[in-house]
């Protein structure tokens, strides 16, 4: 499905949404607090069928208290992408978790929680990934300081 | 007076369970330095005796913080890093990250970049799997394929010397072209070493892969289906040798990959023999574009822009990818219309693909294990980045 | 026959009956360990290829410095290569690595992330800027990553070192000073300002005291007195 008729189906099917349009290619933003359900129909619906969740991250707005999580979906029946953006509040940092959904969110949601401190509702093992397990702070945040890291600008 | 004649088993048996071997499950520490390690992989096993019960792969030892490192360093800086990643295919690592800054900032690049780092790119992919051959064979036990696989990456390794300047580190595929021009006699190198890998590819399928033993240790050995490689985020030769034929390269071509004509392979069943001859196939395939593309590169300049202009990207958020030797290697990048990106995240193949051991080796033994991680291709500062 | 890079140390007599080889002790073991080192191949990113993997096949050759036989646990190994960065993670193993090789054990820093943190130097929260905040180390290779050919004239120059300085008398004692083990109360700063002192002492000439302190310069003298 080409990109126009990809956003016309999926509010069509999910009002909740609104299109992004900072991306290079079809995004949608979404609430926190409908997430669960409409990843679930992007993944359940035959038309759209988006089968593997390629990459998830987050981006640390800091000068607006917020993070944005970023989904990138792939259908593997049809061919077509999909982004999928969600802000949630920086203060409380607390997302639901995909990896009911797709597989590949369980360890990609451990890496953003190890790295930013956000913290996934409902997932089953949330345990640092990449730093110690008594590691202070999160390291890809914006106002992370460390003095052991020598920071140099040029 | 009566003797009483035991055997082991009942001496193993616990009464509880008659009938059935007593065993305790242990928890065994493949610690960062072992032999197949790869890197700096650390995997708890939890054991019943020498049947495994669960995986626990423990990552982080060589995690860099990379994608912090890329957040004060401008997108020409960022391709040296790139290198240090997956330095098996360190040029189409570079690759990934020209590619999405050029698409973003609107460059436009000509017919001649394109061929080359698609040349480059699979002469990479021949040397990559050439080097996890050798090592698959030394795991397994037979060391003389390392042996054979170095001496071929060492003759490819001199094409890039030549050119490039480096062995290993390239930092040659930059925003908005290639660093440096190829030789003249570029062409006719590159095609006696297409002909010295036919044959070397053969020499691998006699020696390794018409072996028995090898056989029966791939054959039927941690089957990974369809839907579980795409549900686990798969990629690159793992999810092809699942059944499903995803091939960037094929999908959405870029570079000069339209031009050539080659079959993506895939295989039926997903065990550990799908995944080592779905690569030996790769290699053929990628010697059959090399043969297609070497003859006749386009002219034209070798850089589209001048060499230090800054970069900007306008603001927004862009994502781009390209099929590494070991997957799909994405490059998302939030910029917040700088000369540094605001954000930028690498999606590894080998951090995806290394996932899928969890599911995969339940149930086998400790040597099935090595041979799926084997057959799996992890570089390890690939997950880590 | 493999590459010979020193002749046997010692006096080889020829008699009637056979030759006697006249040494010392210290001069035949150092010799015997320096031509049979035993990597240790701890290699955690890029320069495990080249030094570890690159260096043992058939194009450059370790054999041929007798160094092939690469261990993968410490407690068979004397030499501990290090190939590749070194994170906050990995070092305590490091460290346990090190301290299970048996003496006496030397170390090389090969890459520029085991000498100096490399590339990721600055804007890292995890490296270990260089190996030599864990381990004392022996020989660095620079490089990112070194040719094989450069590892082994940091192979070669350990062999050397091994043959002139550590003695079995002395285990752990270096003629050569290593920034890592440097003795309390001296900082690189002070042998950096003894060096340029030396330098200049050794470099500055005097022409007048020079051209008369020449033993033709009395003869010279003679001979325009004279006349």
């Known amino acids: 499905m080409d990109a126009e008729k990809l956003i016309y189906t999926i509010i069509a099917l999910q009002p909740a949404c609104r299109v992004k349009d900072q991306a290079d290619r079809p995004a949608i933003e979404v609430a926190a607090d409908n997430l669960p359900e409409i990843m679930e129909t992007l993944r359940n619906d035959d038309r759209l069928s988006f089968d593997m969740l390629l990459d998830h991250t987050a981006i640390d707005h800091e000068p607006v208290a917020k993070f944005e999580l970023v989904y990138n979906l792939y259908s593997t029946l049809h061919g077509h992408y999909l982004m999928v953006t969600c802000d949630i509040d920086r203060q409380t940092a607390l997302a639901p978790t995909m990896s009911m959904i797709w597989s590949a969110a369980h360890w990609q949601e451990r890496e953003i929680y190890d790295l930013f401190g956000i913290r996934y509702e409902g997932h089953p093992d949330l345990r640092r990934i990449f730093l110690e397990d008594d590691w202070q702070g999160h390291p890809l945040r914006k106002d992370y300081k460390d003095p052991d890291m020598l920071e140099f600008e040029k | 007076m009566t003797a009483i004649v035991r055997t082991l088993d009942d001496v193993l048996i616990a009464p509880a369970h008659p009938g059935r071997g007593a065993t305790q499950e242990y928890f065994l520490n493949m610690g960062p330095q072992h032999p197949i390690a790869h890197g700096s992989l650390r995997i708890i096993l939890l054991l019943d005796g020498e049947t495994i019960r669960k995986v626990i792969p423990v990552p982080g030892y060589v995690h860099r913080g990379i994608e912090k490192m890329c957040e004060h360093l401008n997108y020409r800086q960022i391709i040296h890093l790139t290198d240090r990643m997956d330095y098996l295919s360190a040029l189409m690592n570079n690759w990934a990250v020209a590619r999405t800054v050029e698409k973003a900032a609107g460059i436009e690049i000509n017919d001649r970049i394109e061929t080359i780092r698609t040349i480059m790119a699979e002469l990479q992919r021949i040397q990559s799997h050439a080097l996890w051959w050798g090592v698959l064979g030394m795991d397994l036990g037979a060391f003389t394929a390392f042996l054979y696989s170095f001496r071929d990456r060492e003759i490819i390794g001199e094409i890039f010397e030549e050119i490039i300047g480096a062995r290993l580190t390239m930092n040659y595929i930059q925003p908005g072209g290639v660093m440096y021009d190829i030789t003249p006699d570029f062409a006719d190198k590159v095609k006696k070493i297409l002909s010295y890998m036919k044959r070397m590819v053969e020499e691998y399928d006699t020696l390794l892969s018409g072996n028995v033993i090898l056989q029966e240790r791939l054959r039927g050995v941690g089957i990974l289906t369809q839907s579980r490689a795409i549900?686990?985020?798969?990629?690159?030769?793992?999810?092809?040798?699942?059944?499903?034929?995803?091939?960037?390269?094929?999908?959405?071509?870029?570079?000069?990959?339209?031009?050539?004509?080659?079959?993506?392979?895939?295989?039926?069943?997903?065990?550990?023999?799908?995944?080592?001859?779905?690569?030996?196939?790769?290699?053929?395939?990628?010697?059959?574009?090399?043969?297609?593309?070497?003859?006749?590169?386009?002219?034209?300049?070798?850089?589209?822009?001048?060499?230090?202009?800054?970069?900007?990207?306008?603001?927004?958020?862009?994502?781009?990818?390209?099929?590494?030797?070991?997957?799909?290697?994405?490059?998302?990048?939030?910029?917040?219309?700088?000369?540094?990106?605001?954000?930028?995240?690498?999606?590894?193949?080998?951090?995806?693909?290394?996932?899928?051991?969890?599911?995969?080796?339940?149930?086998?033994?400790?040597?099935?294990?090595?041979?799926?991680?084997?057959?799996?291709?992890?570089?390890?500062?690939?997950?880590?980045? | 026959m493999g590459l010979v890079t020193d002749r046997l140390p010692g006096l080889l007599e020829p008699l009637p009956g056979g030759s006697i080889l006249i040494t010392s002790i210290d001069a035949i073991i150092n010799w015997s360990r320096a031509n049979s080192l035993w990597p240790l191949a701890f290699g955690t990113k890029c320069c495990a290829i080249e030094m570890l993997m690159a260096t043992g096949a058939p194009h450059q050759d370790m054999a041929r410095f007798g160094a092939e036989v690469a261990r993968q646990t410490p407690r068979q190994a004397d030499l501990m290569v290090i190939a590749g960065a070194i994170v906050k993670k990995m070092a305590p193993r490091m460290r346990l690595l090190y301290e299970q090789m048996a003496e006496p054990r030397y170390v090389i820093a090969t890459g520029s992330c085991a000498i100096s943190g490399g590339p990721f130097m600055y804007n890292s929260y995890t490296i270990v800027r260089g190996a030599d905040e864990i381990v004392p180390v022996d020989v660095y290779v620079p490089g990112c990553p070194p040719r094989p050919e450069a590892f082994f004239w940091g192979l070669l120059t350990l062999q050397k070192m091994i043959k002139s300085g550590e003695s079995i008398r002395h285990p752990g004692v270096r003629k050569k000073p290593v920034l890592a083990a440097m003795p309390q109360g001296i900082t690189a700063d002070d042998i950096k300002q003894q060096l340029r002192v030396l330098l200049e002492k050794e470099n500055t000439i005097d022409i007048e005291h020079e051209a008369n302190n020449r033993s033709w310069a009395q003869k010279v003298d003679q001979w325009t007195q004279k006349s």
């Not at chain 2, 686990?232 to 040798?241: E, F, I, M």
């Not at chain 2, 690569?279 to 395939?285: D, L």
């Not at chain 2, 070798?302 to 590494?324: A, C």
């Not at chain 2, 995806?352 to 099935?368: K, L, Q, S, V």
Request: with cysteine; charged share 25%; glycine share 8%.
């Open chain 2, 231 to 385: 549900s686990l985020g798969c990629t690159g030769p793992v999810l092809r040798a699942s059944g499903f034929a995803y091939d960037l390269r094929k999908v959405e071509p870029y570079g000069a990959y339209e031009k050539a004509q080659f079959d993506v392979v895939v295989g039926t069943t997903g065990d550990c023999w799908d995944r080592y001859y779905v690569r030996i196939e790769e290699m053929r395939q990628s010697i059959r574009i090399i043969e297609q593309l070497i003859d006749d590169i386009p002219a034209g300049p070798t850089m589209v822009t001048k060499f230090n202009t800054k970069i900007k990207l306008p603001p927004g958020r862009y994502y781009n990818h390209v099929e590494t030797a070991r997957g799909v290697l994405g490059v998302f990048i939030y910029s917040d219309g700088g000369e540094k990106p605001y954000r930028l995240h690498f999606r590894s193949p080998s951090f995806n693909n290394m996932w899928a051991i969890t599911e995969i080796a339940p149930g086998w033994r400790i040597a099935d294990m090595i041979a799926i991680q084997s057959s799996l291709d992890l570089v390890i500062p690939d997950i880590d980045r």
